[in-house]
């Protein structure tokens, strides 16, 4: 079942802009997420969405971890406070950090689960963010709409040159996600589309100050890439 989201404006300054061409299609858990095979296409096609809704509201996957470490030790370098978007964003781990520490703050995503969640989280937190159901095969965010993007463990390769023009001046971008060689560990994304090769996000970013880069196995056995980067006013 696809679902077009119409062009609009949420509110916040937050520009949406609807893409034309892209795969009209929603990842699933197993695709962009932390365990499972790729389920084939035309289920993905159909079912993505609904992957994505019933493993948030299992919450037995992981999806409600702590930020990350690497957002948290680094989210001085964001500068002061400003408009975050949190591309699937999911339960709002990273955008609730960033919130609590000032930032203005969208969370997009297309699971209106785990934005649900991320609502629930935040008023527990008396904390104040947007949450906006968003597919991001479809739609995204506008030129020069958010100081900062987070993406994080979403890996949409067609996005990167929206993302870096979404930034203002000053703005940065933070994003991590997995690298092939996750795939020896036995968790996650196996498919090779979703895992990120050697030096990609410093390929991707390159028009962009790299401020920090890093690609290693975290303690808990996940291989990663991370990096955060800043559009030179
Ligand atoms: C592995 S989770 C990561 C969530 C969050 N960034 C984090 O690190 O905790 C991937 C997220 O992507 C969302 N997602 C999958 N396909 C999407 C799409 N086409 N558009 C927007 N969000 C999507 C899922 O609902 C899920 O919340």
Request: with cysteine; net charge negative.
């Amino acid at each position: 079942m696809f679902r077009r989201f119409l062009l609009c404006h949420p509110g916040g300054g937050g520009e949406w802009w609807l893409v034309s061409g892209g795969a009209d299609r929603s990842r699933s858990p197993e695709e962009t997420g932390v365990a499972g095979e790729p389920a084939d296409s035309q289920q993905i096609a159909d079912h993505g969405r609904d992957q994505w809704n019933e493993r948030h509201r299992s919450r037995d996957g992981d999806e409600a971890r702590p930020p990350s470490e690497f957002l948290i030790d680094l989210a001085h370098l964001l500068g002061p406070p400003g408009k975050v978007i949190d591309l699937a964003g999911g339960q709002g781990r990273n955008g609730l950090h960033l919130a609590a520490l000032g930032h203005d703050v969208e969370i997009w995503d297309i699971s209106v689960e785990a934005l649900g969640r991320t609502r629930e989280e935040a008023a527990r937190r008396n904390l104040r963010v947007e949450t906006l159901e968003v597919d991001l095969e479809n739609s995204r965010p506008g030129p020069s709409s958010a100081d900062s993007l987070l993406c994080f463990y979403y890996l949409q390769r067609s996005l990167f040159q929206s993302m870096i023009a979404a930034l203002r001046p000053g703005g940065t971008i933070v994003m991590e996600t997995f690298t092939l060689d996750q795939q020896s560990s036995g968790r996650g994304p196996r498919n090779p589309a979703y895992l990120l090769g050697p030096n990609e996000l410093l390929s991707a970013f390159s028009s962009l100050r790299i401020l920090r880069y890093r690609e290693e196995e975290l303690p808990d056995g996940d291989h990663v890439a991370s990096i955060l980067a800043r559009r030179e006013g």
